[in-house]
């Protein structure tokens, strides 16, 4: 599950639970197109207990999109579906608003 908020013009999307390849693209498709706005986007992985690593290999079609807040084991998901070159990801959330 996830949702997604804006905080003065940086889009904050937060994920849930276990993500599935599906939510994943859907993340990364609204990412997408936030960032086709000239927003930034920082999607928030903290409450991610797991995810598709295929559908995470989504992300590296959003540029300069960020993640943060993701427990190792997520984070090695992230990074084995292929996104870790192409996904900034920060230890916590406010990190990635400030460098956002």
Known sequence: MYDAVDLDGVVVIRGTGEL???????????AAEERR?????????????????????MFKNVPGLRAAGASRYVKDLVL????????ELFDDVEDALRAA
């Open 20 to 30: 599935s390849r599906t939510e994943l693209e859907a993340i990364a498709l609204l």
């Open 37 to 57: 706005d000239g927003k930034r986007v920082v999607v928030d992985l903290r409450r991610v207990t797991h995810l598709h690593y295929a559908g995470a290999a």
């Open 80 to 87: 084995a579906g292929g996104a870790g070159g192409f996904v």
